[in-house]
């Protein structure tokens, strides 16, 4: 069985949150983890302020519908942290993002241990971020809209890397 870690990296929403939880719940996510100023469920000693930790988790909640608890996650501020540590165990780094180098999703070979990156909603994964992964994958569209929104896009790629029978 693949070992798949999501990385939602300066994310605003919070119901994109939720959502991201809920979904990598139902696809079998190793972890989720939440980096930059992304919005995160209330955590133990929680270090913010406890009306706005309340408040955030309160809007994750209405879109995890509970996968805030059974879904593996955690909170690590800097991205650069968050991917020596993640390079240190062996996973492949994979940033999904529209870029002139990506890969498309449907030529991807997944490898058994991968860690995805998502960025910001709108403006798209900084580029000292996509600099340091080992992969940058793009979904093909074919609409007039230029992008999905990060979730639904996030779910395309975790169904690709759970179920494509090929692994590299």
Known sequence: MSQIIIVAHNLRSCHNVGSLLRTAEGLGVTKVILSGYTPYPLAKND??????????SKQINKTAL????????????????????????G??????????????????????????????????????????????????MFGKKESFNVVQAAA??????????FKA
């Open 47 to 56: 270090p913010r302020l406890p009306h706005i930790a309340a408040k955030l």
């Open 66 to 89: 509970g996968a805030e608890h059974s879904q593996p996650w955690e909170h690590i501020e800097t991205i650069e942290a968050v991917m020596d540590k993640l390079r240190s165990e």
């Open 91 to 140: 996973y492949h780094i994979a940033a999904l993002e529209q870029a002139p180098h990506a890969v498309a999703l449907p030529d991807f070979k997944p490898p058994d241990k991968i860690a995805i990156l998502l960025g910001r909603e709108v403006e798209g994964m900084e580029p000292e971020v996509l600099a340091r992964c080992d992969t940058v994958l793009e979904i093909p």
């Open 156 to 165: 395309m790629v975790l169904y690709h890397c759970t179920f494509t029978p």
